[in-house]
């Protein structure tokens, strides 16, 4: 079974709130779990659920086997700098900071000549808070196997975890399942919006947009099917299926997806540009 390290948390807000949930679920002992967090609001959120914090980086703290970075990209080099002191030669440091590449976090974290090794960059999304995340993960080719199953492990506590090659991978991953959320919680709004148009309550929208969502996806998973197959099995010739699929295709809806994705993906490198090093 996995024994879960002592880890730190720099950046206690909403994903690190979605990671630790994960783990206390899995049964990760909370002695284990430290977040350090400016916010004094947060600070006293996480003492009253039993989480040691502080708001800084402290000598304290130099026997976390796992330090995890979950600020805002802008703030990644600052805090990453700030807590280097502190790391030991062995220490895994996983950030999940939008567009920070591995090559800005193990030359931060070592330097240009002797760029650190035991560095993953992940992309986990919000539904890791009810344990239904999925997780893009990279690393340098000298992360040990044993780091690698850590990394893995911990992910996994939220939900699945996908393993990619590279940097440009990860911000691919961000702009699908990272964003993802975004774009579905935008679709169920528009449903919801489109069933009130047509005379519906907002509570019977909400009820079968939830549901037709979750009972679409849970049918394209088991599946053995494409999705497309799946979408022309619903449009019956001459029907409302595919009265409502030709408004989609005027307005080039896979196409207006896709240029938003492309839009999140660019964003990430802007983000590595603008804050990597
Ligand atoms: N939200 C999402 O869906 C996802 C976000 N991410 C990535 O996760 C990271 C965190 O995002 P999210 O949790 O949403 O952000 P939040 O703003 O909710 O959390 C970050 C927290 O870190 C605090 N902080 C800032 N500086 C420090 C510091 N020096 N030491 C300790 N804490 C500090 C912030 O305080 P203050 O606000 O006062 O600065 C804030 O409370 C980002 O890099 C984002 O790209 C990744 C996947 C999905
Ligand atoms: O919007 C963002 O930049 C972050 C990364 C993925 C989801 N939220």
Do not use: F, M, V
């Given at each position: 079974m996995f024994k879960f390290p002592s880890i730190a948390f720099i950046g206690g807000g909403n994903m690190a709130n979605a990671l630790v949930s994960g783990l206390l679920n899995q049964k990760?002992?909370?002695?284990?779990l430290h977040v350090i967090e400016v916010a004094d609001t947060l600070r006293e959120q996480w003492s009253a659920k039993n989480i040691s914090t502080s708001s800084t980086p402290d000598?304290?703290?130099?026997?976390?086997?796992v330090w995890i970075f979950a600020v805002k990209p802008q703030q990644m080099k600052e805090v990453v700098l700030a807590c280097k002191p502190w790391l030991s030669s062995d220490t895994l440091v996983i950030s999940i900071a939008a567009g920070i590449s591995i090559g800005s976090l193990a030359s931060w974290l070592g330097s240009d000549e002797s760029p650190y090794q035991n560095v993953v960059r992940c992309m986990p999304n919000t539904p890791a808070l009810v344990g239904a995340g999925v997780t893009g993960l990279a690393a340098p080719l000298g992360l040990s196997l044993q780091d690698r199953d850590t990394a893995t492990n911990l992910l996994s506590a939220v939900g699945q975890t996908v393993w990619v090659e590279d940097d440009r991978a990860i911000d691919a991953v961000t702009a699908l399942s990272g964003s993802g959320p975004a774009y579905v919680f935008l679709f169920i709004e528009a449903l919801i919006q489109g069933g009130e148009s047509l005379g519906l309550t907002a509570q019977q929208s909400k009820e079968l947009a939830l549901a037709t969502l979750a009972g679409a996806t849970k049918l394209a998973s088991n599946s053995s099917e494409p999705p497309s197959t799946l979408r022309e099995r619903v449009t019956?010739?001459?029907g409302t299926t595919a009265a409502a699929l030709a408004v989609f295709q005027d307005s080039k809806f896979v196409h207006i997806v896709s240029e938003a994705m492309r839009a999140a993906d660019l964003r990430a490198a802007e983000l590595s540009k603008e804050f990597g090093a």
């Open positions: 990760c002992p909370s002695e284990n000598a304290g703290l130099t026997n976390k086997k019956s010739k001459g």
